[in-house]
């Protein structure tokens, strides 16, 4: 696959099967002190002639074989070192010498499919495509609306996303599981408030407001936007509650 003359490698790797940003041909010219045009021309070349060799059945089945394989083993959607390491271990035992740098790697990861890199995660375009279909649905829903379950029941399933990954997918959907429900999570904190009441669906303390929104926001600036919230009323000393369920407003003694 890689016999090519040096100079179309170092196309290779900066053009092709890149680690981050293509070098850009104006960059890649002055290295290789060559035309902007020309070395246009020799990665034109360098694609066609990687193109014919990966759509030989002979020369590289052996390679499309071991990247469905490695698709198969990395999943729809992966932690990205994880999905890496996978890779990176299927490149090492099909090797008979240790790779000196990333390319059999980018190879590999081109032949596996379409993929996206988001929050950590390794996505493939199929799950992509799904996650923002569902992202579609959250997003037209108001903050505390709760969600079919066959929202995302259907879409763990699909996608086949492991147990420890299905927290960081409510996150990447903006949802959130509160009393056995997912619910639509953005807004202030106060609207995250909203949504719990919502779901809980009885007065809730502070405190326990403080756990579900999320310990990491200030417990005076979460307590100054729920007292301030028209939508929101104390219902006791320390209860609070929606002023759509009705009832009387806590004032005092």
Known sequence: LFDLPQRDMTILR???YRDGRAVTLAELAERLDL??????QLETRVRKHLAAQLTDDGEC???VHLAARTRRAIGC???GADAIATVDAAVIASSE???RDN??????LSLIGPHVEEDGLFI???AARRLDDARRVVADSEPGTALPESLVGDLIEELGVPPALEHRLEELLGIRRIGGRHVVWRGSMADKAVSVLSVTGEPTTMLALHERVGLECNPRSLAGQVQGDRRIIRRGKEHY???????????GI
């Not at 035309?35 to 246009?40: D, W």
């Not at 390319?103 to 590999?108: G, I, Q, T």
């Not at 929606?242 to 407003?249: C, M, V």
């Open 97 to 99: 010498k240790p790779p």
């Open 61 to 63: 089945a052996g390679l």
């Open 241 to 251: 509650g929606l002023r759509s369920w009705g009832g009387e407003e806590y004032t």
């Open 14 to 16: 900066e053009r092709v």
């Open 77 to 79: 959607i992966a932690e």
């Open 35 to 40: 035309t902007r045009e020309r070395v246009r």
């Open 124 to 126: 493939s375009e199929v």
């Open 103 to 108: 390319l059999r790697r980018n190879v590999l």
